[in-house]
């Protein structure tokens, strides 16, 4: 008899998030990355202002990946919220 239970390995488009160890609190590896995309940004790096400061600029010298990581994570939190996820699984977090 063929086991209900299959293995499934889900997996981010983006290697470096898969990359990242897994710790058990919800999101965590998405908001990892998503801090070191913004540190190594050249906003935070050569004009050294603040993160939130850069993401709120939106001036081109915070790259692109760095804000569809921005929305991965805050619709990962959100669905932490929603009672429809206890049915669904959460957004964006594997």
């Known amino acids: 008899m063929a086991s209900l239970h ?3 390995t889900q ?4 290697e470096n998030v898969n990359q ?3 710790t058990g609190r919800s999101c965590d590896r998405l908001r990892k990355e998503l801090k ?3 540190k190594e940004s050249a906003c935070v790096q050569r004009d050294r202002l603040p993160a939130a400061e850069c993401v709120r600029k939106h001036d081109g ?3 692109e990946r760095c804000f569809v ?3 991965t ?3 990962c939190k959100r669905s932490l919220v929603d009672m429809r996820s206890r049915f669904r699984g ?4 594997l």
Do not use: M
Not at 11 to 14: G, I, P, Q, R, V
Not at 90 to 93: E, L, S, Y
């Open 69 to 71: 990581l921005l929305s």
């Open 90 to 93: 959460r957004k964006g977090d």
């Open 73 to 75: 994570f805050s619709d």
């Open 36 to 38: 070191r995309c913004i």
């Open 6 to 8: 299959t293995q499934s």
């Open 20 to 22: 990242l160890e897994k």
């Open 61 to 63: 010298t915070v790259p």
């Open 11 to 14: 997996a981010f488009e983006d």
